[in-house]
């Protein structure tokens, strides 16, 4: 087995895969805002070359191209085939921004080191974080900012959804949140992971978000658009439909008075240097 192969990735790979379809396309606006708060922190100026790791369906991609203009470079690697075919598609009229299939855990070099790298929602997915973010620094020009975003604790009004849909999972000791992962459970402890990688200047701004659903089958649609979906994923098939008939029942009790459903997202936005 190669470093390629491994299993983590090989999984989160087809978990990509299979939502690149509908990723980032069911009227919930998370994505864009964030990936362009993101890259607002990296103080992007016009000529620079980017490097945007996971890069999904594009929203950090195309905020990076925004901010660098036509004289700059932006280039996005994503392990899922669909994302890479679909976000090529997007992108094909912007002849300085390009797309490849490839790992986030080995960037690409560049000869003269990327000007910044962009990993949103990528790193918790790595199964040496530490060893990813060392690789990210070798590519990087000395002065070269790391982009890195990560979730917060989630928010505490939709835990009754996973305690529904608990009992259907088979027995395991994976997280069903980042944050429940040690190198990512609070911001020190992320900021830390950076250290030990090598980076200086590290920091790290939380913003909120909301997400707002218009009724049930739209949220069930948004997690199976994008990483919600390991819930379903983990469910075996037999038991799939009572799983998901559960978690909807459970959201419905979410709904505000206007029968809205609101989810909060608490979001890091952390900014590391290359020495």
Excluded at 76 to 95: F, I, K, N, Q, Y
Excluded at 255 to 265: I, N, Q, Y
């Amino acid at each position: 087995m190669t470093d390629h192969d491994h299993p983590q990735k090989s999984h989160f790979s087809g978990v990509f895969h299979r939502a690149s379809e509908t990723y980032d396309t069911v009227g919930v606006d998370f994505f864009s805002p964030l990936a362009a708060a993101l890259v607002a922190r990296a103080s992007l100026e016009p000529g620079m070359c980017v490097l945007d790791l996971g890069t999904g369906r594009g929203a950090a991609l195309r905020a990076a191209a925004d901010a660098v203009g036509s004289t700059g470079e932006v280039h996005g690697v994503d392990l899922a085939p669909g994302m890479v075919e679909r976000t090529s598609r997007d992108v094909a009229g912007l002849p300085h921004v390009s797309v490849s299939l490839g790992d986030a855990d080995h960037p690409p070099a560049r000869t003269d080191g990327w000007d910044a790298v962009i990993a949103s929602f990528v790193l918790f997915f790595l199964p040496d974080p530490v060893g990813a973010a060392t690789r990210v620094r070798s590519v990087l020009r000395p002065g070269g900012a790391f982009m890195v975003s990560t979730f917060d604790a989630p928010d505490e009004r939709w835990k009754v959804v996973e305690a529904a849909v608990r009992p259907y999972w088979p027995p395991t000791d994976v997280p069903s949140h980042p944050s429940q992962l040690s190198s990512f459970a609070t911001v020190a402890s992320t900021e830390d992971l950076l250290h030990q990688a090598g980076y200086a200047d590290i920091t790290t701004e939380v913003v909120a978000h909301v997400n707002v659903y218009t009724d049930v089958d739209q949220w069930l649609a948004w997690t199976w658009s994008a990483g919600a979906r390991v819930i379903w994923e983990r469910v075996p098939e037999a038991d799939r439909d009572a799983a998901l008939a559960a978690g909807a029942e459970a959201a419905a009790r979410l709904a505000d008075a206007d029968g809205l459903l609101r989810e909060r997202f608490a979001v890091r936005l952390t900014r590391a240097v290359a020495p």
